[in-house]
C-alpha cells in the first residue's frame, strides 16, 4: 500500500506556523504589559515619594518657591502615572486581543489536526484490512500434495 499522505498537510503546516507566530506575539504582548506595569509601580513610587517629600517640607518650614516646586513636581509625577495607567491599559487590551488571536487560530489549527487524524486513522484501518486479506490469502492457498513433493525431489535426485 502507498504511504500515508496527508490530504491538507500544507494547511497543516500552515495552521501550527500561525499559531507559533501568534503564540510569539502574545507573549511580547505580556512582556509589554509587565514592562508597562513596572513604569507604572515606578512613577507612583517617584509620586509618592514627592508627596512625602512636600509634607516632610511643610513640617520643617520652607519658602513658598521650595514648596511651588515640590508641587509641580508632583503634579507632574501625577501626570506621568496617568499616562503610566493609560499605557498599562492599552497595555492590557492589546494582551486580550492577542489571546482571542491565539484561541481562534489554535482552534482553526486544531481541526486540521482532528481532520488528519481521522484521515491518518482511515489509512490505518486499511493498512490492517489489506495485511489481514494477504494473510487468509496465503492461508487459503492450498499446500500441494506431500507425495507430488517427494515425486519431485526423487526425480532430481536420479
Known sequence: MKRFRFSLHALRTLRQ??????????????????????????????????????????KAGVTASQLAKLGAYCRAMEEL???????LRRAQRTVDEKW?????????????DKYYQRQRGAYERQLSREE?????????????????WKTDIAAEVN
Open 17 to 58: 506556523r500561525q499559531e507559533q507566530r501568534a503564540l510569539k506575539q502574545f507573549g511580547l504582548a505580556i512582556a509589554a504589559r509587565a514592562q508597562a506595569a513596572r513604569e507604572l509601580e515606578e512613577v507612583r513610587r517617584h509620586c509618592d515619594a514627592g508627596w512625602q517629600a512636600s509634607r516632610q517640607s511643610m
Open 132 to 148: 489481514q486479506k494477504a494473510l487468509d490469502d496465503m492461508a487459503h492457498q492450498r499446500p500441494a500434495p506431500a507425495a507430488a
Open 81 to 87: 502615572q496617568r499616562q503610566a495607567e493609560t499605557t
Open 100 to 112: 482571542e488571536k491565539l484561541l481562534t487560530i489554535r482552534q482553526q489549527r486544531e481541526a486540521v
